[in-house]
C-alpha cells in the first residue's frame, strides 16, 4: 500500500525558513521514473506545483519560487524534505507531497499539512 | 493566475451531461498529455483522468476526458449529487520544466 506523509510546523513566523518532511511507504525512491512532488493549496484557491525530485536525484522547481526552495531526499529514511526559505502570510496554505508517477500525474497524495505563517 | 485556464464554476442537474474545459498552450496542453483531478473540500486531490482520456483505477465510466489541440476537456455522464468537487486540470509544461495546473473548476448539481 503506497502512502505519504507530510510533517513539519503548523504555524511559522514571518521570514522564518520552512521544514517540511515527506515520508514515504510502499514504494522507493530509488525506482526508476519515479518522483516525488510537492504541491501547495492556499485556503480557497488553487492547487500551485512547487517542486520534484526524481530517483535519480534530479530536481525541478518552480520558476516564480526557485529562489526560495530547496527539495531533498533520503533514499534509507523514506523521505523527502522541501525547504522554503524568507516565508511569509501568502505561503499560507495545505502543503501536499505526491507521488509522480513515470505517466505524468500525481497518483498518490499525502493527507496535507496546513502551515500559517502569522507573527 | 494559474498556466491553465478553466472555468471557475459549472453546474447540472442530476442524470445530466457536464464538460469542464481546460485551455493551454503549445508548451504543455500542446505537447503533452491532459490530466484531471477531483478534490472534496477540505480532502487531496484525487486522480482521476490521465494521458488524455485513460481513467485512475476505480473512477466509474461516468467520467471521460479528451484532448484536442491545445485544450482539454472533462465530461461528467449521469450526473450525480456525489460528482460536486472541485475539478483541476494539469499539465507538463515544456517551457516551466514543471507540472502546472489549472485554477480549479466548482461543479455544482443542482
Known amino acids: 500500500q503506497i502512502t505519504l506523509k507530510e510533517s513539519g510546523p503548523a504555524l511559522v513566523k514571518p521570514t522564518e525558513t520552512l521544514t517540511l518532511t515527506c515520508t514515504i511507504s510502499?514504494?522507493?525512491?530509488?525506482?526508476?521514473?519515479?518522483?516525488v512532488g510537492w504541491i501547495r493549496q492556499p485556503p480557497g484557491k488553487a492547487l500551485e506545483w512547487l517542486t520534484l525530485?526524481?530517483?535519480?536525484?534530479?530536481?525541478r522547481y518552480s520558476p516564480s519560487l526557485k529562489s526560495r526552495l530547496t527539495v531533498t531526499k533520503d533514499t534509507s529514511k523514506k523521505q523527502v524534505v522541501l525547504t522554503m526559505i524568507n516565508m511569509d502570510p501568502v505561503d499560507t496554505a495545505t502543503y501536499y507531497c505526491?507521488?509522480?508517477?513515470?505517466?505524468?500525474?500525481?497518483?498518490?497524495w499525502g493527507q496535507g499539512t496546513l502551515v500559517t505563517v502569522s507573527s | 493566475q494559474s498556466v491553465l485556464t478553466q472555468p471557475p464554476s459549472a453546474s447540472g442537474t442530476p442524470g445530466q451531461r457536464v464538460t469542464i474545459s481546460c485551455s493551454g498552450s503549445?508548451?504543455?496542453?500542446?505537447?503533452?498529455?491532459v490530466y484531471w483531478y477531483q478534490q472534496f473540500p477540505g480532502t487531496t486531490p484525487k486522480l482521476l483522468i490521465y494521458?488524455?482520456?485513460q481513467l485512475a483505477s476505480g473512477v466509474p465510466d461516468r467520467f471521460s476526458g479528451s484532448k484536442s489541440g491545445t485544450s482539454g476537456s472533462l465530461a461528467i455522464s449521469g450526473l450525480r449529487s456525489e460528482d460536486e468537487a472541485n475539478y483541476y486540470c494539469?499539465?507538463?509544461?515544456?517551457?516551466?520544466?514543471?507540472?502546472?495546473f489549472g485554477g480549479g473548476t466548482k461543479l455544482t448539481v443542482l
Open positions: 503549445n508548451s504543455n496542453i500542446g505537447s503533452t498529455f
Open positions: 494539469a499539465a507538463w509544461d515544456d517551457s516551466l520544466s514543471g507540472p502546472v
Open positions: 494521458k488524455n482520456d
Open positions: 505526491a507521488l509522480f508517477d513515470p505517466s505524468g500525474s500525481f497518483d498518490y
Open positions: 525530485i526524481y530517483w535519480d536525484d534530479d530536481k
Open positions: 510502499g514504494f522507493s525512491l530509488s525506482t526508476s521514473g519515479v518522483g
